[in-house]
Structure formats: structure tokens, C-alpha cells
């Protein structure tokens, strides 16, 4: 086997590699990366990163990143590729997606391995490696994942609630409360912004030091985890408590019987979660 297949053979065989392309493959089987929708980074181990380390690229041009991310300079992330299609990660995730490596100061970076075929990070590396800053910063280190997917319930609901953090969790707690298990501390929502830009990866690591689920209004949803498996998860159940949103508000002339702010407190007792009062506002007074 020639030196280059077997250092592609090398990567896609870690655990890493094939958790990436598994969670890939599961948001195109969901329907939530039509065309080339969606992207998705992950923050390696040092100990992933060094294991593949002679089999990196070492002649790559760095590249300079519109902004500094000093703490998470050095740092190597699998990353999707931009115009590449979730659908064909498992059957070429060498021109899928690839590692890239920052520089010592954090102001840019070189594809090491994968994205054949002269292929380039997604348009939303910024927005991604800004927030796996914010994450790594917020929760001691802990999240490694940010995903960006367009599932359509939760697009379609936000052409209809109003655009605000208190409504859209109080919502998607009422309608599936056990959404208060998944994403106790809430979730965020940002209006309408052009994909792809600094404004819009900013604006989400604000909202990223106080949740791990944002969504961008009009345009998909964004979330963190520790894992593949909680960041998948999270996203899932985000988009599986829209739709029974909207199929219960499809249904003409029943009321629905949702529970109270009160039956939320006493489940988040029962379960030792700690809800933020300020979703749990008296819905009389608005
Ligand atoms: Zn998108």
C-alpha cells in the first residue's frame, strides 16, 4: 500500500474518524443536510492528534483566520469540507472532510490530512472554531463537538414563535418535558443573519457561554457537546420536540393540555435539574 493510502487508511480506522463520519451519515438519513447543508468540527485529543501526527502533511500552506483564538492555538479539528455533501461522507471521507492544525498564535491554520481534490474547510469555520473556543473555555475543556444542521421543524417554527430565548425553550419544555432533562439551562435564538460571516459566529458565542443549543432563526440550528453522541442527541431532540409542536398546533379546535410552570419546577425536583426561573414565567402576564 502506497505511504499516502495508508496514512488515509490510518485515520478513518481511529474511533474518532468513524464517529464523525457516523454522525454525519445519520444527519443525512434524518433529513437534515440537503445539498451541502451542515457542517460539523471536532476538537481532538492531544493523544488522537500525536497517534496520526507522522502521517500529517507537513508542506501545507498556513492560512489566516479572520480572527486570534489563543485558546485553542496548537490545536488540531476534523473538519467537513465547504460544498461537500453530508450524503457522500461515508463513501469518500477523504474529499469529505479533513484535520486542520492551528498555528502557535491561533491566527491560522493548514489542512493535514483529507479534503482531497484542492477541497477547503466549511464557509462556517469561523463560526465553528470560534465557539469550540467559547466551549472549551466555559465548560473546563469538556466539548469537543459543534454541529450545524437544518432540520426543518425547528426552521418552521421559528417562522412562527417570536424570536426569543424564554419562548422557544418554555415551548419545547412544555411540549416534550423531558427537553428540561436534555437542555436544562435553555435555549438560545438568533434572528436571521447571513450565513457564513463573523457577525453571525459572534453573535452565537455569545449565546454559547450560557447554552449548548442555538437557533439560527430562518436557517437551521447549532449545538455543542462532549461527544458525537450528545451532541447528535441534542440536536435530535431540539428538532423531535418542534414537530410535535407543530403537528399539536395543526390539529383545529383542541385545546392542548400542556403542564404548568409549576408540574416543570416539581419534575426539575424529582430529577435535581436546575431550571432558570426565567423560563418559567407566568404565561397569564404576556
Ligand atoms: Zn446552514
Sequence with gaps: MAG?????MKVLDTETAQGFIRMSEDGWHQGWHEC??????????????????????KDAPWLTLPVRLKSIAGEFFMVTGSG?????????PADSFGIIELNEEGSAYRIVWGLENMGKPTSELPAHLMNQEVKK?????RHRVVYHAHPANIIALSFLLPLRDEIFTRELWEIMPECAMTFPGGIGVLPWMIPGTKEIAQRSCELMKEYDVVVWAQH???????SFDH??????TVEKAADIYLKTISVPGRER??????????????????????????????
Excluded: W
Design 4 to 8: 499516502k493510502e495508508k496514512a488515509v
Design 36 to 57: 451541502h447543508g451542515g457542517n460539523l468540527t471536532y476538537r481532538m485529543k492531544k493523544r488522537e492528534a500525536d497517534n496520526l501526527r507522522e502521517d500529517f502533511r
Design 84 to 92: 461537500k455533501f453530508m450524503r457522500n461522507m461515508a463513501l469518500d
Design 137 to 141: 473555555l466555559v465548560t473546563e475543556g
Design 220 to 226: 437551521g440550528l447549532f449545538v455543542s457537546g462532549d
Design 231 to 236: 451532541a447528535f442527541g441534542l440536536m435530535h
Design 257 to 286: 393540555l400542556i403542564p404548568s410552570a409549576q408540574e416543570l419546577r416539581e419534575m426539575a425536583t424529582r430529577f435535581r435539574l436546575k431550571l432558570p426561573e426565567k423560563f418559567l414565567y407566568n404565561k397569564d402576564c404576556i
